[in-house]
């Protein structure tokens, strides 16, 4: 998407051929700043600490990060390590596992001589992938948001939604946001409502991407949502996942559980928008079977923003001596989705809607 | 409550006889400082910026802004215009403006030269009355906590509190922490669960009150709640009410509703605790009735917190062209409430609970 009226994207190979450029997530909303990767070390580390972030960025970035490690030693000894490193990074992302597995796969099946520039072939195969992943969720999205457009004549359609689902969370388009996108091209006068999502205010990254591609949106603090709804502020609601059950349960963004059950107390619809690469199929219940991950709680004792002066810097927010504790993600259960929407088309959060769209599965 | 072993309240009259002296809240979590107020202007403002706040330190704190203003004029229009000042600093509280309602009452029916003495007489009064009620308050949900902590071994009892509603909300006690802090110094294992409770962070007014008190506690985002209901780790949650409809729907800080949802979803205890002074029994429906406070945006742009070099400071958190909103309460239905525990017992949130416990409102 556009960033000051110039395409944009948050991965991309360097110049030099071999090294990778990122957006530095951390910098944002209030520096546009890149960083260029050149081992698998500063791969690891720009996923742990979030420079890159969001279930689709981080499958296609650990692949680069294998990448990078191959240069040195292509052996599957170094694979496996490789592999192992990347998948320690964000224990949720069930998509970051499933590429780096077929990634694995793939050049274990190759000679050693062959596999760096396979490497770099596959990671090249799905950013484009991706990109056309979210092209298709946001085509798909879009018949949901003008269905919410002619169901009533006041303008705009007003969508909430959480964390950021955006490009910045993709390598284009976004997930949740690429209905938003969709219908904001078509025409279709639209207003999202943005949660902050503390304690990381991903949130801003949603206001900066929208700000920047000029959909009018809102901040609100993540308790305002429900509020919102009571007062028919709400049409929809679009959020991503991290990992989607094989039965339609969703581990997004801790907070995301709150706005569904506000979204079915109050009757507007609670869609979550997926790449199928982020359905985790071994698993059906997403409260008994996904590991919740628990990040430092200094993310919720301090925050970053911008000092008077115009600076980046950060603050100490609670009392000295209180504890935190700093759950990452929550799980909505399926009974509270009214539907997902894939690249492949909208489907009931269940495993018969699934399987519908992924046939292939069945069995 | 103690305070480093030393005993305190919110707000006390000066040594000097007329002034008044207050705990300056917007200071604290990182600074204990008291104010001194010596005007009807400063009073409007101590409690329009939230140098004091909560429902029933906020009724007390006008009247002695009441008091104030009589010692320059105790004429009738010179009542009149004071008492519509502090009524305008915080269009949602019921109990401001019932407090000076009643004493704007009693004030008439006195000699202007009588006026002051008792102005000043009413406010200790009053400021017992609530004390008292904190502490009736405390007595009946210790029993409550009580039958938590007997209905299953696990150890301590949690309780989720969102906001604060704790003694700085009031004079001493409080009203939720009440009975938090009775089960605490009744020797029963507790524990607290804290919401920061964004867009203000009263949470980490409630984290400095317990952590003062030797109350355990941990500080969660306001999106943690619900993971923390699903997974067990909740045994009643118990927040405070600006103002309670004669039906029981309660209106509190921005988000409560959303941790009701979630209590009901998990079969979570959820209480109210209240003064029967926040009670507005001319109302029912608190949807429908209850103006929301729409604050100062400024309060989602910008944060507070104490800089590296222990000063206090605050940061630009969102992006520079993208606005906010921030509406400052909810409404929670009566059908999301368990139960009110006020200074007459715990009752339904329902009119027939509440006029069982206060019978003397039928009709």
Request: proline share 5%; hydrophobic share 40%.
């Amino acid at each position: 998407m556009n960033v000051d009226g110039r395409p944009l994207r948050t991965i991309w190979p360097a110049a030099d051929g071999w090294s990778v450029e990122i957006i530095d997530q951390t910098r944002l909303p209030h520096e546009l700043q890149t960083v260029r990767i050149e081992s698998l070390e500063q791969m690891a580390k720009a996923i742990s600490t979030m420079q890159v972030r969001g279930a689709p960025l981080i499958g296609v970035a650990a692949c680069y990060g294998l990448a990078l490690a191959l240069r040195r030693n292509a052996s599957e000894a170094a694979i496996d390590r490789a592999a192992a490193t990347l998948c320690a990074t964000r224990p949720t992302a069930v998509n970051l596992r499933g590429r780096i597995t077929e990634l694995r796969e793939q050049l274990l099946a190759r000679r050693a001589a062959r596999r760096v520039a396979f490497a770099y072939e596959f990671c090249a195969r799905i950013t484009d992938e991706e990109v056309e992943i979210g092209r298709r969720i946001g085509e798909h999205g879009l018949a949901l948001i003008e269905k919410a457009a002619a169901l009533h004549r006041q303008c705009p359609v007003n969508v909430l939604t959480h964390c950021n689902a955006g490009w910045l969370a993709t390598i284009d388009w976004g997930t949740a946001l690429a209905p938003v996108y969709r219908a904001h091209l078509a025409g279709i006068p639209i207003h999202v409502w943005v949660d902050e999502t503390r304690p990381r205010n991903q949130g801003y990254l949603t206001a900066w991407e929208l700000g920047h591609q000029g959909v009018p949106h809102t901040i609100v603090v993540d308790n305002a949502g429900g509020h919102l709804m009571q007062a028919g502020e709400v049409d929809l609601c679009v959020v991503g996942t991290d990992r989607t059950t094989a039965a339609g349960d969703v581990c997004n963004k801790i907070g995301t559980y709150l706005k569904a059950l506000a979204a079915k107390d109050n009757a507007v619809p609670f869609y979550v928008a997926l790449p199928s690469s982020s359905v985790d199929w071994s698993i059906a219940s997403g409260r008994e079977q996904i590991p919740i991950e628990r990040r430092s709680d200094s993310e919720v004792h301090e925050v970053a923003g911008l000092a008077s002066n115009g600076r980046a810097a950060s603050l100490r927010l609670t009392p000295a001596e209180s504890p935190a504790v700093n759950y990452a993600f929550d799980v909505t259960p399926a009974r509270l989705v009214s539907g997902l929407i894939t690249e492949r088309g909208v489907c009931e959060a269940s495993t018969e809607g699934l399987l519908t769209l992924f046939p292939e599965r069945r069995g």
